[in-house]
T-cell receptor, first 115, second 106 residues
């Protein structure tokens, strides 16, 4: 199916475990983003990527690692999960032309609970 | 102070009412986005504005660049419009408001 797919939709993990959230897009969009959404906060940018092999930190990168070896995939890894990382995670993609990003397309989100 | 502020935070309306959600921002932007998040959690992009006004069905979005203010209007509201509406200011990054939770009662 065309679009942006996140997996898993729901995940429960234990404190200290490594967990990877997957994001796959089929449009060959240049830009991909990871956000977390928590009550009382707007969406907060964790990491973003402008192209394959180019990633950069966002607003709240601590405790997270990303990679982008292929344009279509942008996995987010929590190296040692903490309870404060319990959140809903959204992946998004966007095309860009002459430095202007077009509208976002969001994945369905992954609800992660760290116990 | 947040760089993007939305009001109201919560809004309950009766079916058929005209609804306005406001967004003020304090940064220079290249565009302003309105997003809709349904109870299931999925986020959909509604509008991207850099000036003036856009209309899609019963939804109208306006922006006043000088006043750094945007509004999202819903005409003839319907229970299926119940969702969280989020505005986002596009600079070199996106800055999101915390959202307006709208509930439309039948």
């Amino acid at each position: 199916d065309a679009g942006i797919t996140q997996s898993p939709r729901y995940k429960i993990t234990e404190t200290g475990r490594q967990v990877t959230l997957m994001c796959h897009q089929t449009w060959s969009h240049s830009y991909m983003f990871w956000y977390r959404q928590d009550l009382g906060h707007g969406l907060r940018l964790i990491y973003y990527s402008a192209a394959a092999d180019i990633t950069d930190k966002g607003e709240v990168p601590d405790g997270y690692v990303v990679s982008r070896s292929k344009t279509e995939n942008f996995p987010l890894t929590l190296e040692s999960a903490t309870r404060s990382q319990t959140s809903v995670y959204f992946c998004a993609s966007s095309e860009s032309e002459q430095g202007v990003n077009y509208g976002y397309t969001f994945g369905s989100g992954t609800r992660l609970t760290v116990v | 102070k947040n760089e993007v502020e939305q009001s109201p935070q919560n809004l309950t309306a009766q079916e058929g009412e005209f609804i306005t959600i406001n967004c003020s921002y304090s940064v220079g932007i290249s565009a302003l986005h309105w997003l809709q998040q349904h109870p299931g959690g999925g986020i959909v992009s509604l509008f991207m504005l850099s000036s003036g006004k856009k209309k899609h069905g019963r939804l109208i979005a306006t922006i006043n660049i000088q006043e750094k203010h945007s509004s999202l209007h819903i005409t003839a509201s319907h229970p299926r419009d119940s969702a969280v509406y989020i505005c986002a200011a596009q600079t070199y990054k996106y800055i999101f408001g915390t959202g307006t939770r709208l509930k439309v009662l039948a």
